[in-house]
């Protein structure tokens, strides 16, 4: 049962553009939302977070928007730049009690120049 | 604070031999995690700890893996006998509470 779902495995945007990268999930006892970034070899890195009770995160260059009713959340990348290539996962958490995070399948964002 | 410290950082081993994976979390992080990653399956929880205590090990693959938390500064995870398919990164990860904060991985190969 793939609670946490990433449809897109990759995306291609030019550098300056904007990058969208979409999530869903289907538990709505999630109590936050995650972003991680990972690059090649490296450990996942936590990007930004959202509560489940809010419809926007902002910091700096990202933004995650929530949707509860679609059950749906996204992360803009604005200006996009060559760094930012990497896999991003989306991820999900229950506070309550035991904490379990539940990882989509990840996303390899390119920046091309 | 030096973050979650896994090791080995690389190991190469023959089938059949015994994998212990080490980690180290972040100092007060009162939840422990270990997941591996593949590129068939991606990022999957193994089991995690909560206060050294193991809460979900659903995720363990089979009987040869397991894994422990003798104190809050220190899990293992342990392969016997390992096996080919046993090829994978494993991040060993510490929380404590909304947000998780990863080693950068152990990368077994088993030949």
């Known amino acids: 049962d793939q609670q946490v779902k990433q449809n897109s495995p990759s995306l291609s945007v030019q550098e300056g553009r904007i990058s969208i990268l979409n999530c869903d999930y289907t538990?709505?006892?999630?109590?936050?939302f995650l972003w991680y970034k990972k690059y090649p070899a490296e450990g996942p890195t936590f990007l930004i977070s959202?509560?489940?009770?809010?419809d926007k995160n902002e910091d700096g260059r990202f933004t995650v928007f929530l949707n509860k009713s679609a059950k749906h959340l996204s992360l803009h990348i604005v200006p996009s730049q060559p760094g930012d290539s990497a896999v991003y996962f989306c991820?999900?958490?229950?506070?309550?009690?035991?904490?379990?995070?539940?990882f989509g399948q990840g996303t390899r964002l390119t920046i091309n120049p | 604070d030096a973050g979650v410290i896994q090791s080995p950082r690389h190991e190469v081993t023959e089938m059949g031999q015994e994998v212990t994976l080490r980690c180290k979390p972040i100092?007060?992080?009162?939840?422990l995690f270990w997941y591996r990653q593949t590129m068939m399956r991606g990022l999957e929880l193994l089991i995690y700890?909560?206060?050294?205590?193991?809460?979900?090990d659903s995720g363990m693959p089979e009987d040869r893996f397991s894994a422990k938390m003798p104190n809050a500064s220190f899990s293992t995870l342990k392969i016997q006998p390992s096996e080919p398919r046993d090829s994978a990164v494993y991040f060993c990860?510490?929380?404590?509470?909304?947000?998780?904060?990863f080693g950068e991985g152990s990368w077994l190969t088993v030949v």
């Open positions: 990860a510490s929380s404590p509470r909304n947000t998780i904060y």
């Open positions: 538990n709505s006892m999630f109590d936050y």
């Open positions: 959202i509560s489940s009770i809010k």
């Open positions: 991820a999900a958490i229950i506070i309550q009690g035991a904490q379990k995070l539940v």
């Open positions: 100092s007060g992080h009162n939840s």
């Open positions: 700890f909560n206060n050294n205590v193991p809460i979900d």
